[in-house]
């Protein structure tokens, strides 16, 4: 419906124009800021309760969300292909995206003291697709919990949309997008308190330009960056999507992925960095010149007597590590190919028949997605909660050891060997993703000689984090697959009304959806769940294991996965160039 037809009640507007004095108000009082801080609060405040004010005003028979589309349809976007785009147009959106990405991925953020940076996604690069102190800092990020949070909202119904009618379809889309804006500044603003520092020059290069403001436009430049960044990512998805070959987000993660993977197996630079003499407490951090290192530098006793255990177990990329990998990626190929097949046959065409392949990773690799940007997004709100100038005053949650502690310094850190966003301790502790064999088996063998990598727990504390990290893995990957399931028409109710659209049924069954809806009952629950639990199980196990370039076990998992995937569609787009006629078969142009 065009924007004036919109039914609105104005009334609204009284009790949120309320609120944004009251709310400058506080600010005001609170902190004294500066003109040009109370204006760009004033901006935030203003934009924050104009979408409150389009959502809650619309007086219309559908979901309140439709209130929004004065944004939605305005916003930014990659425009449609009309007709079939051919493959080696595809092939070349894709090889270009793959490159922009990698270009940005090493522009570093201007104004940024790199010396300083605190990576708050250090342990979720891999999933998060992104370049600490980059362009690419915040990835991924944005754009999944948006994601998880739409789903979230539309599989408990708190969002009323019918996602097979295709105007709820767009305004679900189009507030999606709206969302993944506002969760790109809410991730790219906290950056600027602590964790991506403005460098001096340029402070006093601004606050010379504008008194008492160079902090201040230094932070705003930072943010400005990152939203550019992370929108940028946004839009390049969307050209992979559409004119290109499977989904941005996944060539993005593939392409992290495989990056870490080949510099864990053939970096030759020490540990500590170029430039610092390899040894034994400094080898190559690359499996194979680190092992190659050893063998000729330690004898058959050097090696009986430590050797052994330094390149099969010990940090960097140890050899069980590069078999841990493998394991995983002949394991996922193998999941991805097991299928349960249901026949069909057409009810007027005699002889006409086929099947419906229900494959055992059903929910496909969405599941461990979610569940890890979830943890993700929970480490960040444990650091913040710790570290945060602001957020650690806050009542009962501010610095609170029980949700989570982290070291007091860089200093700290370095002398505990670990990174300022390793949790030492509370809820964030159990639920942050264990390195490898390092950091909880050797520990659990010999606690007196290992005990320092469980950072001042106990053995069994140690035995207990392990068991929490992998049950929150499968339990969380199990629930976002039934709403994975249930929120993209791959539910059995769903799946019986297009096979009886398209005039098939089932041998020896009736050609009504509801009988085909109980036999899919039988299957497809119970393959949800075992499709949850399995990618669960795998990605948590790689990581209890280890993974080459510490690209975690959901990275190396997502990363297989999504090979196979664009393997299958490039077969099928070559496959559309050759036959035309199965465009339309195929999904292609009608």
Same mark, same amino acid.
């Given at each position: 419906?065009?924007?004036?037809?919109?039914?609105?009640?104005?009334?609204?507007?009284?009790?949120?124009?309320?609120?944004?004095?009251?709310?400058?108000?506080?600010?005001?009082?609170?902190?004294?800021?500066?003109?040009?801080?109370?204006?760009?609060?004033?901006?935030?405040?203003?934009?924050?309760?104009?979408?409150?004010?389009?959502?809650?005003?619309?007086?219309?028979?559908?979901?309140?969300?439709?209130?929004?589309?004065?944004?939605?349809?305005?916003?930014?976007?990659?425009?449609?292909?009309?007709?079939?785009?051919?493959?080696?147009?595809?092939?070349?959106?894709?090889?270009?995206?793959?490159?922009?990405?990698?270009?940005?991925?090493?522009?570093?953020?201007?104004?940024?003291?790199?010396?300083?940076?605190?990576?708050?996604?250090?342990?979720?690069?891999?999933?998060?697709?992104?370049?600490?102190?980059?362009?690419?800092?915040?990835?991924?990020?944005?754009?999944?919990?948006?994601?998880?949070?739409?789903?979230?909202?539309?599989?408990?119904?708190?969002?009323?949309?019918?996602?097979?009618?295709?105007?709820?379809?767009?305004?679900?889309?189009?507030?999606?997008?709206?969302?993944?804006?506002?969760?790109?500044?809410? %991730?790219?603003?906290?950056?600027?308190?602590?964790?991506?520092?403005?460098?001096?020059?340029?402070?006093?290069?601004?606050?010379?330009?504008?008194?008492?403001?160079?902090?201040?436009?230094?932070?705003?430049?930072?943010?400005?960056?990152?939203?550019?960044?992370?929108?940028?990512?946004?839009?390049?998805? %969307?050209?992979?999507?559409?004119?290109?070959?499977?989904?941005?987000?996944?060539?993005?993660?593939?392409?992290?992925?495989?990056?870490?993977?080949?510099?864990?197996?053939?970096?030759?630079?020490?540990?500590?960095?170029?430039?610092?003499?390899?040894?034994?407490?400094?080898?190559?951090?690359?499996?194979?010149?680190?092992?190659?290192?050893?063998?000729?530098?330690?004898?058959?006793?050097?090696?009986?007597?430590?050797?052994?255990?330094?390149?099969?177990?010990?940090?960097?990329?140890?050899?069980?590590?590069?078999?841990?990998?493998?394991?995983?990626?002949?394991?996922?190929?193998?999941? %991805?190919?097991?299928?349960? %097949?249901?026949?069909?046959?057409?009810?007027?065409?005699?002889?006409?028949?086929?099947?419906?392949?229900?494959?055992?990773?059903?929910?496909?690799?969405?599941?461990?997605?979610?569940?890890?940007?979830?943890?993700?997004?929970?480490?960040?709100?444990?650091?913040?909660?710790?570290?945060?100038?602001?957020?650690?005053?806050?009542?009962?949650?501010?610095?609170?050891?029980?949700?989570?502690?982290?070291?007091?310094?860089?200093?700290?850190?370095?002398?505990?060997?670990?990174?300022?966003?390793?949790?030492?301790?509370?809820?964030?502790?159990?639920?942050?993703?264990?390195?490898?064999?390092?950091?909880?088996?050797?520990?659990?063998?010999?606690?007196?000689?290992?005990?320092?990598?469980?950072?001042?727990?106990?053995?069994?504390?140690?035995?207990?984090?392990?068991?929490?990290?992998?049950?929150?893995?499968?339990?969380?990957?199990?629930?976002?697959?039934?709403?994975?399931?249930?929120?993209?028409?791959?539910?059995?109710?769903?799946?019986?009304?297009?096979?009886?659209?398209?005039?098939?049924?089932?041998?020896?069954?009736?050609?009504?959806?509801?009988?085909?809806?109980?036999?899919?009952?039988?299957?497809?629950?119970?393959?949800?769940?075992?499709?949850?639990?399995?990618?669960?199980?795998?990605?948590?196990?790689?990581?209890?294991?280890?993974?080459?370039?510490?690209?975690?076990?959901?990275?190396?998992?997502?990363?297989?996965?999504?090979?196979?995937?664009?393997?299958?569609?490039?077969?099928?787009?070559?496959?559309?160039?050759?036959?035309?006629?199965?465009?339309?078969?195929?999904?292609?142009?009608?």
């Amino acid at each position: 419906m065009p924007d004036e037809e919109i039914p609105r009640d104005v009334r609204w507007a009284v009790p949120l124009l309320v609120l944004g004095a009251l709310a400058l108000a506080v600010v005001w009082f609170w902190d004294r800021p500066t003109i040009l801080a109370l204006g760009l609060v004033a901006i935030a405040v203003a934009v924050i309760l104009g979408l409150l004010y389009l959502g809650l005003s619309y007086n219309g028979p559908r979901s309140k969300l439709y209130g929004l589309k004065p944004v939605t349809s305005r916003m930014p976007a990659v425009t449609q292909p009309k007709g079939h785009v051919h493959f080696r147009t595809k092939m070349g959106w894709t090889i270009s995206v793959l490159l922009l990405y990698f270009v940005l991925a090493n522009v570093y953020l201007f104004g940024v003291d790199q010396s300083t940076v605190i990576d708050l996604f250090a342990s979720y690069r891999a999933i998060l697709a992104g370049a600490q102190g980059t362009l690419m800092h915040l990835g991924i990020g944005p754009i999944v919990t948006g994601s998880i949070i739409m789903q979230l909202f539309t599989g408990a119904k708190i969002i009323n949309l019918d996602l097979t009618d295709d105007q709820d379809k767009g305004t679900y889309q189009g507030t999606q997008k709206v969302l993944v804006i506002a969760m790109i500044f809410v %991730e790219a603003v906290p950056q600027v308190f602590g964790y991506l520092t403005p460098s001096a020059s340029v402070v006093a290069s601004l606050g010379a330009a504008s008194p008492g403001n160079g902090l201040l436009l230094a932070n705003a430049i930072i943010i400005a960056q990152l939203v550019f960044g992370s929108y940028l990512v946004f839009l390049m998805d %969307e050209v992979v999507s559409k004119w290109g070959i499977g989904s941005g987000i996944s060539l993005f993660i593939a392409a992290g992925v495989s990056q870490q993977i080949i510099q864990g197996t053939l970096n030759w630079i020490p540990q500590g960095g170029a430039g610092t003499v390899i040894s034994a407490a400094n080898p190559p951090s690359g499996t194979i010149p680190k092992t190659l290192w050893f063998f000729t530098h330690y004898s058959a006793s050097q090696m009986a007597g430590g050797g052994w255990e330094q390149v099969l177990l010990r940090q960097p990329n140890p050899v069980v590590a590069l078999v841990g990998t493998a394991a995983i990626f002949f394991l996922v190929a193998w999941t %991805e190919s097991t299928r349960i %097949e249901l026949p069909l046959s057409h009810a007027e065409a005699r002889g006409a028949r086929g099947r419906y392949p229900l494959r055992l990773i059903y929910a496909s690799n969405i599941p461990v997605i979610l569940m890890s940007a979830l943890l993700a997004n929970v480490s960040i709100v444990t650091i913040l909660l710790w570290s945060n100038p602001a957020l650690s005053t806050f009542p009962l949650l501010g610095h609170n050891w029980l949700i989570g502690s982290y070291p007091a310094s860089a200093a700290a850190a370095q002398a505990m060997g670990v990174s300022q966003t390793q949790p030492l301790s509370g809820g964030a502790y159990y639920l942050s993703t264990p390195n490898g064999l390092e950091s909880w088996l050797l520990p659990i063998l010999n606690y007196a000689q290992y005990g320092s990598f469980l950072y001042k727990h106990t053995w069994w504390q140690g035995l207990v984090h392990v068991l929490v990290y992998f049950s929150a893995m499968v339990g969380g990957s199990i629930l976002f697959a039934k709403f994975w399931i249930q929120t993209t028409n791959m539910g059995p109710e769903a799946v019986a009304r297009q096979i009886e659209a398209t005039g098939m049924q089932i041998p020896g069954f009736r050609r009504e959806p509801r009988v085909l809806r109980r036999v899919l009952e039988r299957y497809i629950p119970v393959i949800t769940v075992i499709s949850g639990a399995a990618v669960g199980s795998l990605a948590a196990g790689a990581d209890l294991i280890g993974t080459l370039g510490n690209a975690s076990g959901t990275g190396v998992l997502l990363t297989v996965g999504i090979i196979i995937n664009l393997y299958d569609a490039m077969g099928r787009e070559q496959l559309m160039e050759m036959n035309p006629l199965l465009r339309r078969f195929l999904g292609g142009e009608t």
